[in-house]
């Protein structure tokens, strides 16, 4: 008796490695993303200018790296007392104007450096609807709860979803031709767009998706579809966390699981597992640390660490 209906993943046909360099770009699922990466010890990057939930706020930053924009006073606005920028996540707000103008000149080597070294780039996409200053209509990344008279809501428009799309991935590859690229859609529903507003937003994002990424082997651009199998395989809300937004710590893993297994060298995947075993031991709290079995494990612990740093020694265990 089958359940539940599984999502079929194609793998990748060029498979993540150690030796490979990853970036990421977009919203907080990807900040989720990377992060499980990092605990493996994987050699990856993530938002320089914080969580960028719509594609033309990941188009305009990967521009600034491109471009290697030099932010200034006039970049930067202060609103109860706290420095921000528009085109920049509130994670780099500051208390003092010079503090946010270093931190975005920061993001904008940080982003550039990604783009000239990575060998693969995830983006994942949240939502197609922005909000646009009605002074100088420009589309900002953040709105840093200035006041909602501010800004005008409205959704991206198919031709402007796709022209982003396709300028995204021509910026990724500026200094790579062959990066490879890994979009997904965000499984975090956005419903303080509402129900409907949702569910177009998503709409929309995964066909223009479709429309540019064509085929893995042929272009270097894979789809994974992270908010499919949260719509199909996890549609309970057993699976959300008590907002019934985002996924829990249950879908999150599931999802990893299912991105390791299509993404991910299974040799990869070994030391994927010893680098755990390793993790574990470090997060381990003895109840004797003097005892001569505590000792014995962390000489065993060490070895494991050795062993590990001496094939991949950018590794880090501190």
């Known amino acids: 008796m089958k359940l539940a209906t599984i999502v079929p993943i194609m793998p990748l046909s060029n498979k993540i490695t150690y030796s490979d360099k990853i970036m990421s770009l977009g919203s907080c699922f990807a900040v989720h993303m990377t992060g499980q990466l990092k605990i493996s010890q994987f050699q990856v990057s993530s938002n320089p200018f914080g969580i960028l939930f719509h594609p033309f706020a990941m188009r305009t930053v990967l521009r600034f790296a491109i471009d290697n924009k030099n932010f200034t006073e006039q970049d930067v606005f202060a609103y109860q007392e706290i420095w921000s920028c528009f085109d920049a996540h509130s994670d780099l707000n500051a208390l003092e104007q010079q503090d946010i103008i270093d931190a975005l000149n920061v993001a904008v080597s940080q982003l550039r450096t990604s783009l000239q070294q990575s060998n693969y780039c995830l983006l994942t996409f949240g939502t197609a609807w922005v909000y646009q200053l009605v002074s100088t209509k420009k589309v900002v990344a953040n709105c840093h709860k200035v006041a909602a008279e501010n800004f005008e809501k409205r959704m991206l428009s198919s031709k402007e979803v796709l022209d982003c799309f396709v300028d995204i991935i021509n910026l990724v590859r500026y200094y790579n031709k062959d990066m490879q690229i890994i979009a997904t859609i965000s499984p975090v529903r956005h419903l303080k767009d509402g129900f409907v507003e949702n569910q177009a937003s998503k709409s929309l994002l995964h066909y223009s998706l479709q429309q540019v990424l064509g085929n893995d082997i042929n272009t270097g651009c894979y789809y994974f579809p992270s908010y499919e199998i949260m719509m199909d395989e996890l549609r309970d809300y057993r699976y959300y966390k008590k907002d019934l937004v985002h996924p829990n710590d249950i879908a999150l893993e599931y999802i990893w699981e299912r991105f390791i297994k299509a993404c991910v060298c299974a040799e990869s995947q070994k030391v994927m ?46």
């Open 273 to 318: 597992k010893k680098v755990q075993q390793v993790q574990n031991g470090l997060n381990h709290i003895p109840f004797n640390p003097t005892a001569s079995a505590h000792l014995d494990f962390l000489d065993t612990l060490i070895s494991k660490i050795d062993e590990l740093l001496e094939q991949y020694p950018f590794m880090n265990f501190r």
